[in-house]
């Protein structure tokens, strides 16, 4: 093996784990985005407790209140920012 062949086999070795490990990150990242709500407790800027998924006990009735707070969701009901609140209650 030449020196070049050895050289282009660190190169492509340190892409594929740096691939590996990026791709095992994004879906860590989508396993835990929009399912435990339960350990925030921030005090909000009003100094309300915040409500948590924990606090409701259907997606709907997250969703109303959800929807009362306007915008920015300072609950931490919506994670995901997808418009859903908690939509991993029933
Ligand atoms: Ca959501």
């Known amino acids: 093996m030449t020196n070049i062949q ?5 190169i492509v070795g340190g892409a594929v784990i740096a691939s590996g490990v990026y791709f095992l990150n994004q879906s860590s990242n989508s396993n835990t985005r929009d399912t435990d709500y ?4 921030t005090n909000l800027s009003t100094g309300e ?3 948590d998924c ?6 709907a009735e997250a969703q109303v209140f959800f929807k ?3 915008s ?3 609950h931490g009901l919506d994670r ?7 939509e991993t209650l029933p």
Do not use: E, M, N, Y
């Open 6 to 10: 050895k050289i282009i086999g660190v």
């Open 38 to 41: 339960s350990t925030t407790r």
């Open 49 to 51: 407790a915040d409500k």
């Open 54 to 59: 924990s606090d409701f006990s259907t997606h």
């Open 68 to 70: 009362s707070q306007g």
């Open 72 to 74: 920015g969701d300072p």
């Open 80 to 86: 995901d920012g997808d418009g859903l609140a908690c």
